[in-house]
């Protein structure tokens, strides 16, 4: 078992930026594709973003891309979303999510453990 707990979620102007962690626990999550979900009221679980497990490969949806940057350090057993140039379409909770399946994983399907989420609450 892996327990995830993210943290750094709140209320931001438009612009502006936000750092979202995602803690790891229990069994080793080293070797897991580590990834962020984003989920707003009435829609569906989105890909945000994926990193592996040496940090080597990493993927965004293009809605993000250039805006946010995904990163983990192993020994911290850590994960984050850096989330600049923020707009209000990125109103959403956001979770992570760790799963050992095959890489590219931008499918909540291909995720084995989840967090509880953060909500992220963009202004315009």
């Known amino acids: 078992q892996v327990q995830l707990v993210e943290s750094g979620g709140g209320l931001v102007q438009a612009g502006g930026s936000l750092r979202l962690s995602c803690a790891a626990s229990?069994?080793?999550?080293?070797?897991?594709?580590m990834g962020w979900f984003r989920q707003a009221p009435g829609e569906e679980r989105d890909f945000v973003a994926a990193?592996?497990?040496?940090?080597?490969?990493?993927d965004y949806a293009d809605s993000v891309k250039g805006r946010f940057t995904v990163s983990r350090d192993n020994a911290k057993n850590t994960v984050y979303l850096q989330t600049n140039s923020l707009k209000p379409e990125d109103t959403a909770v956001y979770y992570c999510?760790?799963?050992?399946?095959?890489?590219?994983?931008?499918?909540?399907?291909?995720?084995?453990?989840w967090g509880q989420g953060t909500q992220v609450t963009v202004s315009s």
């Open positions: 999510a760790a799963g050992d399946n095959s890489w590219p994983a931008r499918s909540p399907y291909e995720y084995d453990y």
């Open positions: 229990g069994r080793s999550s080293r070797n897991y594709i």
């Open positions: 990193i592996s497990w040496s940090g080597g490969r990493i």
